[in-house]
């Protein structure tokens, strides 16, 4: 991307478009929308490949970071209020993709994601995918944002163990 | 912050949701080369990242994605093969065309050479006349400010002046009602040795029970005296009736302490004692008389 290959935009896009539309439907809630995100977050990466640094992280996870930002700044030109937690619409099949390595990939990340309480699981998707303050979590939890943020770094701790374990 | 409350901020660090403070002392702490909250960090932001990986959706989407991408990538094409096109016009057979392109683009450019200056010069001098302004309206806010302490040092004044003078209209008005008073007695005081303008009139009512003294040119006692007014009785001496400051030679009207009852006053006296009073006196006598007769 560096050198200027679009193959390896295309590469690049083909690979993570349909996770990062599902982050950014998280938050903007319309496909169009999401859509229009991950376009400008790889237009971005093409623009600006230089930015990446591995030692902060792998590509996904520095792609995702860039889709989030992205949708928050959508979600505020538009003024909408997303709160509600709204899952994607589910297909009929599993999102298997064509690589096998990638599919295993996702049901072991899916797997330690499992791991975590529902409770936890929805603190976090909360904090994740939305724009939402700690008090404004904690106000619709019933419960302080202290906790909130402990609830929080709790079931980080525990997702990042068992990814670790996962990889092992 | 120590080390164990940076690696407590990891977590929230690996969902970028950290408050502006704890983000930058973060920063700093890994940029000062901690290797351990560095892949600690790195580990975190997979952990988050892993909630987007377990998300369904955004089927088909990488279809269309892609095809916006290519788009913009015929578009910045296009737009880049249209820019060096028209910096490399191939020149003519006479080249006449060609240069009168070329002086066109020169003129062009000086023209916007020539602006650029014009508003560089502009915007200086602007800026310097800004300047004079903000020290010309600095220097009338000092001289207001100047100013203005003044008129609260004179309301000041003023405020002490009103109250002294309220001060006196109280006890001039209360000398009115003694001097009304039925059982009225005046003792006319005078300076022991003689001195023209200056001596006290004391004037009680025991009705009233109450007792004025109305002094006039008596000089300032220095500041560790003041003036102390004594009944002589015949039964008891010097009895105490009052001390009182006495500024600049000015009438004073001072409430003091009526004779004792059943008492007979056959002198008073105004004597300069210490600051505070005394119990009998000790300094000179500064006046001295004796009752009217009733």
């Given at each position: 991307?560096?050198?200027?290959?679009?193959?390896?935009?295309?590469?690049?896009?083909?690979?993570?478009?349909?996770?990062?539309?599902?982050v950014?439907?998280?938050?903007?809630?319309?496909?169009?929308?999401?859509?229009?995100?991950?376009?400008?977050?790889?237009?971005?990466?093409?623009?600006?490949?230089?930015?990446?640094?591995?030692?902060?992280?792998?590509v996904?996870?520095?792609?995702?970071?860039?889709?989030?930002?992205?949708?928050?700044d959508?979600?505020?030109?538009?003024?909408?209020?997303?709160?509600?937690?709204?899952?994607a619409?589910?297909?009929?099949?599993?999102?298997?993709?064509?690589?096998?390595?990638?599919?295993?990939?996702?049901?072991?990340v899916?797997?330690a994601?499992?791991?975590?309480?529902?409770?936890?699981?929805?603190?976090?998707?909360?904090?994740?995918?939305?724009?939402?303050?700690?008090?404004?979590?904690?106000?619709?939890?019933?419960?302080?944002?202290?906790?909130?943020?402990?609830?929080?770094?709790?079931?980080?701790?525990?997702?990042?163990?068992?990814?670790?374990?996962?990889?092992? | 912050?120590?080390?164990?409350?940076?690696?407590?901020?990891l977590?929230?660090?690996?969902?970028?949701?950290?408050?502006?403070?704890?983000?930058?002392a973060?920063h700093?702490?890994?940029?000062?080369?901690?290797?351990?909250?560095q892949?600690?960090?790195?580990?975190?932001?997979?952990?988050?990242?892993?909630l987007?990986?377990?998300?369904?959706?955004?089927?088909?989407?990488?279809?269309?994605?892609?095809?916006?991408?290519?788009?913009?990538l015929?578009?910045?094409a296009?737009a880049?093969?249209?820019?060096?096109?028209?910096?490399?016009?191939?020149?003519?057979?006479?080249?006449?065309?060609?240069?009168g392109?070329?002086?066109?683009?020169?003129?062009?450019?000086?023209?916007?050479?020539?602006?650029?200056?014009?508003?560089?010069?502009?915007?200086?001098?602007?800026?310097?006349?800004?300047r004079?302004e903000?020290?010309?309206?600095?220097g009338?806010?000092?001289?207001?400010?100047?100013?203005?302490?003044?008129?609260?040092?004179?309301?000041?004044?003023?405020?002490?002046?009103a109250d002294?003078?309220?001060?006196?209209?109280?006890?001039?008005?209360?000398l009115?009602?003694i001097?009304?008073?039925?059982?009225l007695?005046?003792?006319r005081?005078?300076?022991?040795?003689?001195?023209?303008?200056?001596?006290?009139?004391v004037?009680?009512?025991?009705?009233?029970?109450?007792?004025?003294?109305?002094?006039?040119?008596?000089?300032?006692?220095?500041?560790?005296?003041?003036y102390?007014?004594?009944?002589?009785?015949?039964?008891?001496?010097?009895?105490?009736?009052?001390?009182?400051?006495?500024?600049?030679h000015?009438?004073?009207?001072?409430?003091?302490?009526?004779?004792?009852?059943?008492q007979?006053v056959?002198m008073?006296?105004?004597?300069?004692?210490?600051?505070?009073?005394?119990s009998?006196?000790?300094?000179?006598?500064?006046?001295?008389?004796?009752?009217?007769?009733?």
């Amino acid at each position: 991307m560096r050198a200027g290959d679009a193959h390896a935009l295309q590469a690049l896009s083909l690979r993570y478009s349909r996770m990062l539309t599902a982050v950014a439907w998280r938050f903007l809630g319309d496909e169009a929308g999401a859509e229009e995100v991950v376009s400008d977050v790889f237009w971005k990466v093409w623009s600006d490949a230089k930015a990446f640094d591995a030692a902060q992280g792998s590509v996904a996870a520095w792609l995702v970071y860039l889709a989030r930002n992205r949708a928050i700044d959508c979600l505020r030109t538009r003024s909408m209020h997303q709160g509600e937690i709204e899952k994607a619409p589910t297909q009929a099949s599993a999102d298997a993709g064509d690589d096998l390595d990638e599919a295993e990939h996702v049901q072991s990340v899916r797997a330690a994601v499992a791991t975590l309480e529902t409770e936890q699981r929805a603190v976090l998707e909360m904090v994740y995918f939305s724009d939402l303050s700690f008090a404004q979590i904690a106000e619709r939890l019933g419960i302080p944002a202290e906790t909130v943020k402990a609830k929080i770094s709790g079931a980080m701790i525990k997702l990042r163990q068992a990814l670790a374990n996962r990889q092992k | 912050m120590d080390h164990q409350e940076f690696v407590n901020l990891l977590p929230l660090a690996g969902l970028d949701r950290l408050g502006p403070d704890e983000a930058r002392a973060l920063h700093e702490h890994l940029r000062g080369g901690c290797a351990e909250c560095q892949a600690e960090l790195r580990a975190y932001r997979e952990a988050g990242a892993a909630l987007a990986v377990a998300l369904e959706g955004g089927h088909e989407a990488e279809h269309r994605v892609w095809e916006n991408l290519e788009k913009r990538l015929h578009a910045n094409a296009a737009a880049a093969h249209s820019l060096a096109h028209s910096a490399s016009q191939p020149a003519h057979a006479d080249g006449r065309e060609h240069r009168g392109g070329a002086g066109w683009w020169r003129g062009v450019a000086l023209v916007a050479i020539l602006m650029v200056l014009a508003l560089v010069v502009y915007d200086r001098s602007m800026v310097e006349r800004m300047r004079m302004e903000q020290v010309h309206h600095l220097g009338q806010l000092e001289s207001l400010s100047w100013e203005l302490n003044g008129l609260r040092a004179n309301l000041k004044a003023a405020r002490i002046e009103a109250d002294t003078l309220h001060s006196e209209l109280s006890e001039h008005a209360r000398l009115d009602r003694i001097l009304m008073a039925p059982d009225l007695q005046l003792t006319r005081l005078s300076a022991l040795t003689p001195a023209r303008g200056v001596g006290a009139i004391v004037a009680f009512s025991h009705a009233y029970n109450q007792a004025m003294i109305h002094t006039f040119g008596l000089p300032e006692p220095p500041d560790d005296k003041l003036y102390e007014l004594w009944w002589i009785t015949r039964q008891s001496g010097p009895v105490k009736a009052g001390t009182f400051y006495a500024r600049g030679h000015r009438t004073m009207e001072v409430q003091v302490s009526p004779p004792p009852a059943g008492q007979r006053v056959m002198m008073a006296t105004v004597t300069l004692e210490p600051a505070g009073g005394t119990s009998k006196p000790t300094g000179p006598t500064y006046l001295r008389g004796t009752p009217d007769l009733e």
